[in-house]
């Protein structure tokens, strides 16, 4: 059994926050640790921090609480820091997109070929790449030996910058790999019995071992594309595992992409709403079309609201439980979402699926487990450099993390047609991050199909520079 000290940086994230706190309460060898929530928004930070004691005295778990707006104090002392701090927030993407969208770049300039996912900037994300960097050399500086854990996107680019620059222990996460069981349970398949491996970079894994009871399982896929896949409608905006687009992909590239995978799919499914609509169904088009992300920014403003609600009830009511409070809520959609989520909490039997406890438990405590997780390559998908951060499988026990040998291998397809032209905008990404060089932002607009001329690329990175809160990366990249 192992106390650590758990720094969580942007903890008023509620779900987040509150998914690693149930996961802690539910891994006895990490009883007693303590857990320091920080965030710049100090409502946020209260209303977590309450939900969280609240629901740890409940099931009378040992956990202790420090809450800060401090980062420092986040890191000293800390055996494991997660981020997941989004700098600007959502306000600052929504800025972006719609001074991008104003010339002519529909959902915005980091929307690209191979990254389409809404949160997930790579090229007006100054502060947020600046910030990961920050908290790493502070780590470097105050707690040496403690781990990195990256969850705030872009977590392709973040981890591999981290990994790069700073000498710290740090390995990216992201539960898009869930995308698998989803495949499982629409083909009715005992998961138990398959044996599945994922191999690429974070938002491009792809299905490279699928076997159920020993044999291929892919045919009973093929049967289902064949059978069932003409009836097939999306629940929700993000369930996309088993639509068009993604059976488009893996007829192209001979594997199915998992999980974000299949958002992060060329501009033949991204041109417009219409085209979107027709790929990753009606009515929403997809998370990343403008219906899709509506509904996910709504959904995601509620549960904030909500979350402060539900603090405020319990501070009104020292004697309620979480349980009282899902009688309390109405019955609009994001707030059903939210009472789903506690009861998955309050479920002693149940872990939230993310990893980053399980984690912590596999390598302090040798609770050897497998993870799907995003470290330097090194030599374990061929064709890709060893200092670019790959999401892939491996255990992990106290003596580290063991990747697994991918077989069978990626097809050709992938690596050179996905997976490098993904990685070359990392990197581009990366330098211009590096070097404040903006003709590399400006490369990466004129290779993009919506660019139609040179006074367009000048214009929207003007303004984007231009924007209160950049005044830091227009320094950066114009000097002035
Ligand atoms: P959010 O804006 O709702 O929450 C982020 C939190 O960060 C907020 O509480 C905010 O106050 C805080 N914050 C902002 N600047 C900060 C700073 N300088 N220091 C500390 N905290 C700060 O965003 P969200 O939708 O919860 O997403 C958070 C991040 O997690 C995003 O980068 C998102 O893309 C990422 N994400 C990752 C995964 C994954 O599996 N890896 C899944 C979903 C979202």
Known sequence: MATVKIGIIGAGSAVFSLRLVSDLCKTP??????????????????????????YVEEVEAD????????????????????????????TYLEKVRKISEKYGYYRGIDAQEFNMVSDYYTI?????????????????????????????????????????TVPIKAVGFCHGHHGVLGIIEKLGLDKDRVDWQV?????????????????????????????????????????????????????????????????????????????????????????????????????????????????????????????????????DLPEKQFVLELERILDPERKSGEQHITFIDALLNDNKDRFVINIPNKGVIPGIDDDVVVEIP??????????????????????KYYLRPRIMRMEMALEAFLTGD?????????????????EQVEKVLEEILSLEGNEEMRKHYLKK
């Open 394 to 415: 491996a255990t992990v026990d106290k003596n580290g993390i063991h990747p697994e040998k991918i077989d069978p291998p990626l097809p050709q397809r992938v690596v």
């Open 29 to 54: 060898g990490l009883s007693g640790s303590t857990v320091t929530l920080m965030d710049i928004d100090q409502e946020r930070l209260e209303a977590v921090l309450t939900l969280a004691q609240k």
């Open 63 to 90: 956990l202790k609480f420090e809450k800060t707006t401090n980062l420092d104090d986040a890191i000293i002392d800390a055996d494991f820091v997660i981020n997941t701090a989004m700098v600007g927030g959502h």
């Open 199 to 331: 191999a690429g970079v974070n938002h491009g894994i792809w299905l490279n071992r699928f076997r159920y009871e020993g044999k291929d399982a892919y045919p009973l896929l093929d049967k289902w594309i064949e059978e069932k896949s003409k009836d097939w409608k999306p629940e929700n905006p993000f369930d996309d595992q088993l639509s068009p687009v993604a059976i488009d992909m893996y007829r192209f590239y001979g594997v199915m992409p998992i999980g974000d995978t299949v958002r992060n799919s060329t501009w033949r499914y991204h041109r417009d709403l219409e085209t979107k609509k027709k790929w990753y169904g009606e009515p929403w088009g997809g998370a990343d079309s403008e219906i899709g992300w509506k509904w996910y920014q709504d959904t995601l403003g509620k549960v904030t609201e909500i979350t402060k609600k539900v603090a405020k009830f319990i501070k009104e009511n020292p004697k309620a439980r979480l349980s009282d409070v899902m009688d309390n809520l109405g019955k």
């Open 124 to 164: 007006s994300n100054f502060n947020q790449l600046k910030y990961f960097v920050e908290i790493a050399r502070k780590i470097e500086k105050l707690s040496p030996k403690a781990w990195y854990l990256q969850a705030a996107n872009p977590v392709f680019e973040g981890t591999t910058l981290v990994t790069r």
């Open 438 to 454: 903006i003709r590399i932002l400006k490369e990466f607009l004129y290779r993009d199909p919506r660019t139609k001329s040179d």
